[in-house]
């Protein structure tokens, strides 16, 4: 399995206030993806990344950025979070793209009041 | 637009055998995974198809039909630790970073 770790694990905040989740990982995969899970949706796409610095966005990516500073670590920011974004969030990391298997961080409960 | 079905939730008997459906309409299809994912923890890889056929492992077995769109996970001798989601995730090409659809997924009860 990939060293991948998500801190932090559980955050309850309040409408309107700045998070930041933090993804680890410790595999060297050029490839790291957030994804929301949400009851009765699959996965969803946030942002990802395919290297330092490369970012793009995915298919739910209004209110949420990115950064990617070292190729380890993938930061993910409400920046004025809201009760819609009330979720469980999964890192996952890859070598390649799309085709490349995925592996998938413990995931953050994120409850936004 | 694209779209992966799969069933809410099934139940099945311990030491039996069940099949998990997927069905996907997509453009530019590349391949199909699927992956385990136990209640309160993280999706895990379990197979990856890209030609026809059924491709075994050990209990767990994947099957594809790139002409009807169709997928099936058959898992055999169940125990109560399959208990879990089973979800169905398309690959697309024409996109040399990303294109990974997923379906919601199939919740499997497992009762004694």
């Known amino acids: 399995d990939a060293g991948i770790t998500q801190s932090p694990r559980h955050k309850v905040t309040e409408t309107g206030t700045p998070v930041t989740l933090r993804c680890h990982q410790t595999e060297n995969h050029r490839y790291m993806y957030w994804y929301r899970q949400d009851p009765g949706h699959g996965l969803r796409l946030i942002h990802y990344s395919y290297g330092v610095k490369d970012t793009d966005k995915g298919e739910v990516s209004d209110g949420y950025s990115v950064s990617r500073s070292k190729t380890e670590d993938f930061l993910l920011t409400l920046e004025s979070a809201t009760s819609s974004q009330t979720s469980v969030y999964f890192c996952a990391t890859g070598l390649a793209g799309g085709t490349d298997t995925q592996y998938f961080g413990p995931g953050t409960r994120l409850t936004v009041l | 637009g694209q779209n992966i079905d799969q069933p809410t939730e099934m139940t099945a008997t311990e030491g039996a055998i069940v099949q998990i459906n997927c069905t996907y309409q997509?453009?530019?299809?590349?391949?199909l995974f699927w992956y385990q994912q136990h209640a309160g923890e993280a999706p895990t890889f379990l197979s990856y198809?890209?030609l026809d056929g059924l491709e075994e492992k050990g209990r767990f077995s994947s099957f594809l039909s790139r002409s009807k769109g169709y997928s099936y996970l058959l898992l055999k001798e169940l125990q109560m630790k399959d208990s879990a989601s089973y979800l169905c995730?398309?690959?697309?090409?024409?996109?040399?970073?990303?294109?990974?659809?997923w379906g919601a997924g199939t919740k499997l009860i497992i009762k004694p």
């Open positions: 997509t453009s530019g299809f590349n391949g």
């Open positions: 995730a398309v690959t697309l090409h024409g996109d040399s970073n990303y294109q990974l659809i």
């Open positions: 198809n890209v």
